[in-house]
């Protein structure tokens, strides 16, 4: 089983739509987590951290479930420049390496 | 913001050739460097994680003698694929890890084996 899994896509929307990914992870000890987005052949940047309590940073809402070893992403209102791939992340904690997902990918269209 | 300058961006080697690729941390001290590679239409998958000074901790199924990281000062690491085949085209990516700034990535380095 891998340590992070999430549907691979491609995930076809419209502008203005909502779309949300979803992510299980295997190790119950893990401590932090995170989405990240990439672009074609470029590196993975920092979209945000998810929390516990859940956390919104504008169009973009990340949740935590520990208990079930899930997270997830809601993007409302699409924009052409959202498509790319989101890439779901988790930390054991302590300085410890980031364990990537395989990445879901977006494609908004007009 | 931290940056991470990963050199160089892409690199067409022959078979049997050896191709160093480096990472520079350049306004803050990188105290943990770690290696991934990515193969198209997949996730990055850590090589090896490296701490200043000290040999780096390789993944399993990473050849440690094929792969060699260097992390001889806090803003530089470098790691040489030794002997490329073209089974060894991918997409190389550097992160930094500093306890003010998280992980920082360079821009990645696409090497192509021919």
């Known amino acids: 089983r891998k340590e992070v899994e999430q549907d691979p896509g491609p995930f076809n929307v419209p502008e203005g739509a909502t779309v949300a990914f979803n992510c299980t992870y295997s190790?119950?000890?893990?401590?932090?987590f995170f989405w990240y987005r990439q672009d074609c052949r470029k590196e993975p940047k920092l979209l945000m951290s998810v929390y516990s309590s859940g956390n919104e940073d504008g169009r973009f809402t990340a949740q935590l479930n520990r208990a079930s070893q899930y997270i997830s992403l809601l993007i409302r209102d699409s924009k052409l420049s959202d498509s790319a791939t989101y890439l779901c992340v988790v930390n054991l904690g302590g300085g410890d390496k980031l364990i990537f997902g395989t990445g879901t990918r977006l494609q908004v269209f007009p | 913001g931290a940056v991470v300058s990963q050199h160089p961006s892409w690199v067409i080697c022959k078979s049997g050739t050896s191709v160093k690729i480096e990472c520079r941390s350049l306004?803050?001290?990188?105290?943990?460097m770690f290696w991934y590679r990515q193969f198209p239409k997949q996730s990055l998958m850590l090589m090896a994680t490296s701490n200043e000074g000290s040999k780096a901790t390789y993944e399993q199924g990473v050849e440690k003698d094929k792969f060699l990281i260097n992390h001889a000062s806090l803003t530089l690491s470098t790691l040489t694929v030794t002997s490329a085949h073209p089974e060894d085209s991918s997409f190389y990516i550097c992160?930094?890890?500093?306890?003010?700034?998280?992980?920082?990535f360079g821009s990645g380095t696409r090497l192509t084996v021919v």
């Open positions: 190790n119950s000890a893990s401590q932090s």
């Open positions: 306004d803050f001290q990188a105290t943990t």
């Open positions: 992160s930094a890890r500093n306890r003010d700034y998280g992980y920082t």
